[in-house]
């Protein structure tokens, strides 16, 4: 049996909103990434809540877009794991802006990149835009793939 965590950062509770809808589906251990600032100009990142996954087969991982990137913090956070060999990997950005040109895009292929980088394995992707009509539809397309 596959065990699964949400791994989430979330500055304006809108990523941790969708992480929440997906645990109502499934009841996946919800572990919180936190730094000592959320100041995005920071220059220096310093986490104090480094969620563990190594007893997790498979991991799904929301981030916020900060300045068309991913924020910061998930940076750190991927940025310091080990190897991922063997995990499997479900990524979603949550953004203001309407369209996922707009720094979603971005953000997922650096979640990719990294995660590749270290062996891991990257199933499905999601993105939603706070500002677009069709956000609903957008979370609504993440809990279902994501639940799996």
């Known amino acids: 049996m596959?065990?699964?965590?949400?791994?989430?950062?979330?500055?304006?509770?809108?990523?941790?909103?969708?992480?929440?809808?997906i645990q109502l589906k499934k009841?996946?251990?919800?572990?919180m990434i936190e730094a000592?600032?959320?100041d995005?100009?920071?220059?220096?990142?310093e986490l104090i809540e480094i969620p563990d996954i190594i007893d997790y087969d498979h991991v799904i991982l929301g981030s916020p877009v900060h300045g068309f990137r991913i924020s910061k913090i998930m940076n750190a956070y991927l940025t310091q794991l080990p190897d991922l060999k063997g995990k499997t990997f479900d990524l979603f950005v949550t953004q203001f802006?309407?369209?996922?040109w707009m720094g979603a895009n971005q953000s997922i292929k650096q979640m990719q990149k990294i995660i590749k980088q270290k062996n891991g394995t990257?199933?499905?992707?999601?993105?939603?835009?706070?500002?677009?009509?069709?956000?609903?539809i957008?979370?609504?397309n993440i809990v279902k793939t994501m639940q799996d």
């Open 138 to 140: 957008q979370i609504l």
């Open 122 to 136: 990257v199933r499905q992707v999601g993105r939603v835009s706070w500002r677009s009509r069709k956000k609903e």
């Open 2 to 21: 596959t065990k699964t965590a949400l791994v989430i950062y979330s500055k304006t509770g809108h990523t941790l909103e969708v992480a929440k809808r």
């Open 27 to 31: 009841e996946f251990d919800l572990l």
């Open 36 to 38: 000592t600032s959320d």
């Open 40 to 45: 995005p100009n920071q220059p220096f990142v």
């Open 97 to 100: 802006f309407p369209f996922a």
